[in-house]
Structure formats: structure tokens, C-alpha cells
């Protein structure tokens, strides 16, 4: 089936989280992203207001990261997190679950720590991925965790943040799409480095992707598909680790 440009670019949520980013590189970041046309950019939650206003009139949402990257927080500053994010702009929230909890069987407490945020989202007409960090769990955890997502119409199961030991697994995307509701979507974070990556993750019924490499895998899809190549600084900083996908 042929595919557009839009199909794949729309796929990707652009990170910026790697935690030694200046603002120049942010800024640079941004630009690159709306040049593409992707999903949305993910950014520090310091940086969602300026974000928005990056973006606005753009088709490229605001996003940003909630409980990242353990999880850990108390479900009250992940509420107030939320919150501040939406007040700011932010128009989708990756939010992590308690990791802790859910390695104990600690359900209800999971239950509820999701449902704050996406009772916050929803209320405000905003969007909610939830990050389950699959690297620490094992598919008995995951399928409980896409269950309960399903029941609290979470609008996203994700992979993982990017920063735990491993990312995103053909199996761990079969698995979280075959056991989530049907208005559930998937994403994978961490391990889509390039364009043949992100077309396998969309065959097994993925609609987004966290990434950092945006341009390494749009411009070889904009040169099949005869459009022109798209020119903007955006050189990484050496700092950046290799692959900060999220």
C-alpha cells in the first residue's frame, strides 16, 4: 500500500528531553520539527510554554513528559504536574506509571495514579500516552497494565521512556496492541532509528513513535517519494547520547 509523506512524518513524536540540551539546541530542535511536519514535539516540562508558542498556527502538537522517567512521583504531583502542563499549552502528556506499584501488584494504586492524569486531560480535552517501561516488567504486568489503560480510555500504551536498559520490542508491540481496547492506540519508544524501522512498527499496528533521529529517517521517505530536501540547523550536540528515541 502506498504510503505519503504525511502517513509516516504524522507518526512521530520528536524528543527533546536529553536532560543537557541547551536552549539553543531546544530552539533548533522545534524548528526542525515543524520544517517536518511531524506528530508533535515532546519536550521538558520547563520548556512546554515557549513550546507553544514555537508552534502555534503550526499542524505540530505540544507535548510533554509526566512522572518521567520513574514514575515515582506521588500521584498528587503528577495531577498538579498535568495540570501546569495544560495551563502551559500542552496538548498531549506522556505520562509514567508507577513502576514500583506495578512490579509489587499494587493495581489499585496504578489504577488510580493513571487515572488522575488522564481525568485531568480529558477534562480539558487534551491527550494521554502512558509509559509502562517494559524493560522491568514481565507480559503477565504489561497485558494488566493495557487492561486498566482500556478501562480508563487512555488515548495511548507506550513502550517506555527511552532511558530504562532497552526500548520498544516487535513483541512487546504485538502484545500491547492485541491486548488493549480497540480505541486504544500504540507507541513505541526507543529502537525506530530509521524509516524501514518505523514502517515494521506501523505494520504491527503502531500510530506513533518517540524519536530524536527525525531527519535520518524523514529524508530518505521525502526522497522516495520525489520531494524536496528540507535544509535547517539542526547539528546534535556531542553530548546527546546516540540514541535518546523516547
Given at each position: 500500500?502506498?504510503?505519503?509523506?504525511?502517513?509516516?512524518?504524522?507518526?512521530?513524536?520528536?524528543?527533546?528531553?536529553?536532560?543537557?540540551?541547551?536552549?539553543?539546541?531546544?530552539?533548533?530542535?522545534?524548528?526542525?520539527?515543524?520544517?517536518?511536519?511531524?506528530?508533535?514535539?515532546?519536550?521538558?516540562?520547563?520548556?512546554?510554554?515557549?513550546?507553544?508558542e514555537?508552534?502555534?498556527g503550526?499542524?505540530?502538537?505540544?507535548?510533554?513528559?509526566?512522572?518521567?522517567?520513574?514514575?515515582?512521583?506521588?500521584?498528587?504531583?503528577k495531577?498538579?504536574?498535568?495540570?501546569?502542563?495544560?495551563?502551559?499549552?500542552c496538548?498531549?502528556?506522556?505520562?509514567v506509571?508507577?513502576?514500583?506499584?506495578?512490579?509489587?501488584?499494587?493495581?489499585?494504586y496504578?489504577?488510580s495514579?493513571?487515572?488522575?492524569?488522564?481525568?485531568?486531560?480529558h477534562?480539558?480535552?487534551?491527550?494521554?500516552?502512558?509509559?509502562?517501561?517494559?524493560?522491568?516488567?514481565?507480559?503477565?504486568?504489561?497485558?494488566?497494565?493495557?487492561?486498566?489503560?482500556?478501562?480508563?480510555?487512555?488515548d495511548?500504551?507506550?513502550?517506555?521512556?527511552g532511558?530504562?536498559?532497552?526500548?520498544?520490542?516487535?513483541?512487546?508491540?504485538?502484545l500491547?496492541?492485541k491486548?488493549?481496547?480497540?480505541?486504544?492506540?500504540?507507541?513505541?519508544?526507543?529502537?525506530?532509528?530509521?524509516?524501514?524501522?518505523?514502517?515494521?512498527?506501523?505494520?504491527?499496528?503502531?500510530?506513533?513513535?518517540g524519536?530524536?533521529?527525525?531527519?535520518a529517517?524523514?529524508?530518505?521517505?521525502?526522497?522516495?517519494?520525489?520531494?524536496?530536501?528540507?535544509?535547517?540547523?539542526t547539528?546534535?550536540?556531542?553530548?546527546?547520547?546516540?540514541?535518546?528515541?523516547?
Amino acid at each position: 500500500m502506498s504510503q505519503s509523506y504525511t502517513d509516516l512524518a504524522k507518526m512521530i513524536d520528536h524528543a527533546l528531553l536529553t536532560p543537557n540540551m541547551t536552549s539553543d539546541e531546544i530552539e533548533r530542535g522545534v524548528k526542525m520539527a515543524i520544517a517536518y511536519d511531524v506528530a508533535s514535539v515532546c519536550i521538558m516540562p520547563f520548556y512546554v510554554k515557549r513550546l507553544a508558542e514555537m508552534l502555534a498556527g503550526s499542524t505540530v502538537k505540544t507535548s510533554t513528559v509526566i512522572g518521567f522517567p520513574h514514575g515515582a512521583n506521588t500521584t498528587e504531583v503528577k495531577r498538579a504536574e498535568a495540570e501546569q502542563a495544560i495551563a502551559d499549552g500542552c496538548e498531549e502528556l506522556d505520562m509514567v506509571v508507577n513502576i514500583s506499584s506495578v512490579v509489587s501488584g499494587n493495581w489499585d494504586y496504578v489504577r488510580s495514579d493513571i487515572a488522575a492524569v488522564v481525568d485531568v486531560a480529558h477534562a480539558a480535552g487534551q491527550k494521554v500516552k502512558v509509559i509502562f517501561e517494559n524493560c522491568y516488567l514481565d507480559d503477565a504486568q504489561k497485558i494488566r497494565l493495557c487492561e486498566i489503560c482500556s478501562e480508563l480510555n487512555a488515548d495511548w500504551v507506550k513502550t517506555s521512556t527511552g532511558f530504562g536498559s532497552s526500548g520498544a520490542t516487535h513483541e512487546d508491540l504485538q502484545l500491547m496492541r492485541k491486548h488493549s481496547a480497540e480505541n486504544v492506540q500504540v507507541k513505541a519508544a526507543g529502537g525506530v532509528r530509521d524509516l524501514d524501522g518505523l514502517r515494521t512498527v506501523r505494520e504491527l499496528g503502531v500510530t506513533r513513535c518517540g524519536a530524536s533521529r527525525t531527519q535520518a529517517i524523514l529524508d530518505p521517505l521525502r526522497e522516495e517519494l520525489g520531494l524536496p530536501a528540507i535544509s535547517i540547523a539542526t547539528s546534535s550536540p556531542t553530548s546527546t547520547p546516540t540514541d535518546s528515541s523516547y
